[in-house]
């Protein structure tokens, strides 16, 4: 054999004795399923029951948790949660159960996990008999398995510890107990996400070490914070009873909230949740003792606060009153704060309205222009899915047009908040990947169409636990969350800071008062703010009927008109750019009507021009055709519309530009069918200043349109 022939040998030799040595050593390489849940019930947070009855105990305890059965034998009670699951691929669930006292015969103890259809399936160990079995119920109970003795597998004897271990394949079922497998056998394909653990008979059962393993991705904000501090509002705003519903109202000073089956509430103990309220003036640092709304808003029927107007004086509240402040179903209604308090609400008309079952949410935008619901309706994908709903006027409101498939799932989406900026929704939902059974997501509106929404990501663990989370609102600053969680074991309202990514846009919230400019008394009347440029309205707003407070929000990136209305006064509107702006700022203006009254000078502040020139812009439109509304309903009236500059320039040149604005005004409203003998331009130039011309916000305050109403 020649040299070429025996290295030959030998490397076919030493690669076969290379592959056994492979083959022996354990696939310590091989791709595991990611672990995705791991609990070790250190902390109530994880969302199972906590709570002491007559039949059953839910309890947490030292790193365990507990369910202890008082009740005859085949009584069954569990604990249960739901969890995003993808059943296109392989999950493991493995917990350990210690039987600690009572019966171990007939129906024992195990893991849970739903099926569609109202069906659940329970994998159960019989420490007595050393049975285990796979049962479903659905209004009766049937078989999985054959029962069949795994004396030398399931350990019999109280406070020993059998580790279960469920590996459900697209295609198959395989059990485990303490890492013997016992059971192989074809996957109904009837999962959904919901798990627990369960037990019968008079027995104490002890849960440990929790796993659920999944190969899934959550999509999660960029740079997503894990670690935000999450503050209970204490004992002035929570109680042992269960908060719900948060909603703080834009400007962060009033907390809306619902408190379940408290004895104080209407209801007594039974009570499905009463409106209560909180204040506070120091950016939520303290919170005044809470509230109770009282009448006519809490009834014996299930109470609760949607959303507030920006300037606090409408509310949108669950179910529907009858006019004497009784109960009267479901859907949702709308209250406007009197000098009294609040009026009955209103039942909200929403064209072919339909919740077939189950809890509905709703939000309202802060320009009053749309509704964000959650329903469960035939066009659902799944569970419930969110629809929007247009204002039609006079409270008729569109069909709910779904949302589409990008950000509904197959799973139930809840509570819907969408922010100040008219753009970002923040929502929960089971059916997308996340750490809990319901997890806190955003998407923001791509269009007008409210169809288009970018991709839901999830805010991270910085927000959500491995429990149930929901109800998230925020201010429109866009500072803090508040939200619902069961960090202390019960629900209770807490509250988060956020990290710049988590915000939405920001925006300006203006307030201020609305004043009889003659009198200067405060009055109510309603607030528009339009977009200058495309002379439209964007959104609407009431004054405190009291004392003539307004408020409203308006999102960066336009230029703004806003004004006060009411019959028998002419508006002196308001203007504002945020078109630039970066971060969120609060402004005070204060807002005037005029009576219609000869003598009255109203400033027209909307009416612009090109620089050094008479010829009107696009933004006066809005002005000038609330001026031609004014003379068409008041056929008397005749009007002088003034133009003045400041003092740059010669006096000849300012009078001369003054009188031909005042013309192009006159114009304008000529063109609108106003007749000429009505109207007449008169230019001062710089004869009549307002303010001094000292200061470049003196000069501009002096480039102005008046009107002056010479007769009524």
Request: proline fraction near 4%.
């Amino acid at each position: 054999m020649n040299k070429t022939n025996k290295f030959t040998v030998a490397f076919f030799v030493l690669f076969f004795l290379i592959q056994i040595v492979i083959l022996a050593i354990p696939p310590i390489f091989a791709q595991k399923i990611p672990l995705w849940v791991s609990d070790d019930f250190s902390n109530p947070a994880s969302g199972f029951r906590v709570e002491k009855g007559e039949e059953v105990d839910y309890a947490y305890s030292e790193g365990k948790y507990y369910i202890t059965n008082h009740a005859a034998a085949d009584n069954f009670f569990w604990a249960k949660k739901s969890i995003f699951t993808n059943h296109d691929k392989e999950i493991i669930f493995e917990v350990e159960f210690k039987l600690l006292e009572g019966a171990k015969d007939v129906l024992s103890h195990g893991f849970s996990v739903s099926g569609k259809d109202n069906k659940t399936y329970f994998f159960k160990i019989i420490p007595k008999t050393s049975d285990f079995e796979i049962r479903y119920y659905k209004g009766k109970f049937g078989d999985l398995t054959e029962k069949k003795i795994h004396d030398d597998i399931i350990k019999k004897n109280f406070n020993e510890t059998n580790k279960l271990w469920v590996n459900i394949k697209p295609d198959k079922i395989i059990v485990k107990i303490n890492d013997k497998e016992i059971y192989t056998g074809n996957n109904p394909k009837d999962f959904t996400g919901t798990y627990g653990f369960f037990t019968s008979n008079a027995q104490k059962l002890e849960i440990d070490n929790f796993k659920f393993y999944e190969d899934v991705k959550i999509n999660l904000v960029p740079n997503a914070p894990t670690n935000l501090a999450k503050e209970n509002l204490g004992n002035k705003v929570n109680t042992k009873y269960a908060e719900t519903s948060p909603y703080i109202t834009p400007d962060g000073k009033t907390l809306y909230y619902c408190i379940h089956n408290s004895p104080e509430n209407t209801g007594g103990e039974k009570d499905g949740g009463e409106i209560f309220y909180s204040e506070s003036n120091d950016n939520g640092q303290t919170w005044t003792e809470k509230k109770n709304m009282g009448k006519p808003l809490n009834n014996d029927q299930a109470n609760f606060v949607i959303s507030s107007t920006p300037d606090h004086n409408t509310l949108l509240v669950g179910n529907s009153y009858k006019p004497d402040g009784s109960p009267n179903g479901g859907g949702f209604s709308i209250t406007h704060r009197t000098k009294d308090g609040w009026e009955v609400p209103q039942k909200i008309e929403i064209e072919d309205f339909v919740s077939k079952g189950g809890t509905n949410e709703f939000c309202l935008s802060a320009d009053r222009k749309v509704i964000i619901m959650t329903v469960l309706r035939d066009e659902c994908i799944g569970g419930k899915d969110m629809f929007v709903t247009f204002n039609l006027g006079n409270n008729k409101w569109s069909k709910p047009k779904s949302m589409g498939k990008v950000i509904n799932s197959v799973e139930n989406e809840d509570t819907p908040f969408l922010a100040a900026d008219g753009v970002t929704l923040y929502y929960a939902s089971s059916g997308f990947p996340g750490y809990g059974s319901n997890d806190i997501f955003v998407t923001r509106r791509l269009d007008d169409t409210w169809t288009n929404w970018s991709e839901p990501q999830n805010l991270g663990q910085g927000i959500n636990s491995n429990g149930w989370d929901a109800y998230f609102t925020l201010p429109a600053s866009g500072n803090y969350a508040y939200m619902t969680n069961d960090l202390s074991g019960s629900l209770d309202i807490i509250r988060i800071k956020l990290t710049q990514n988590l915000k939405p846009k920001p925006v300006v919230l203006i307030s201020g008062k609305v004043f009889n400019s003659k009198t200067k008394q405060p009055m109510s009347a309603n607030i528009t703010y339009n977009a200058l440029k495309a002379n439209k309205e964007l959104g609407i707003a009431t004054s405190n009927p009291t004392d003539g407070s307004y408020k409203i929000v308006l999102p960066a990136g336009e230029f703004y008109g806003f004004l006060a209305q009411k019959n028998e006064f002419i508006s002196v509107s308001e203007n504002i750019d945020v078109t630039k702006i970066t971060e969120y700022k609060e402004i005070t203006r204060n807002l005037y009507l005029s009576p219609i009254e000869t003598g009255q000078i109203i400033r027209l502040n909307n009416v612009f021009f090109d620089f050094s020139k008479a010829t009107l812009r696009n933004e006066s439109f809005g002005d000038l055709d609330r001026l031609v509304k004014v003379l068409t309903e008041n056929p008397n009236m005749n009007i002088e519309v003034g133009g003045h500059t400041d003092n740059i320039g010669t006096a000849q040149a300012n009078t001369l530009l003054s009188q031909s604005r005042a013309q192009a005004v006159v114009n304008y409203l000529g063109q609108k069918g106003i007749a000429k003998d009505r109207i007449s331009a008169k230019g001062y130039g710089m004869d009549k200043p307002s303010a001094v011309n000292t200061t470049e916000e003196g000069r501009q305050a002096n480039r102005r349109v008046e009107v002056t109403i010479l007769k009524n």
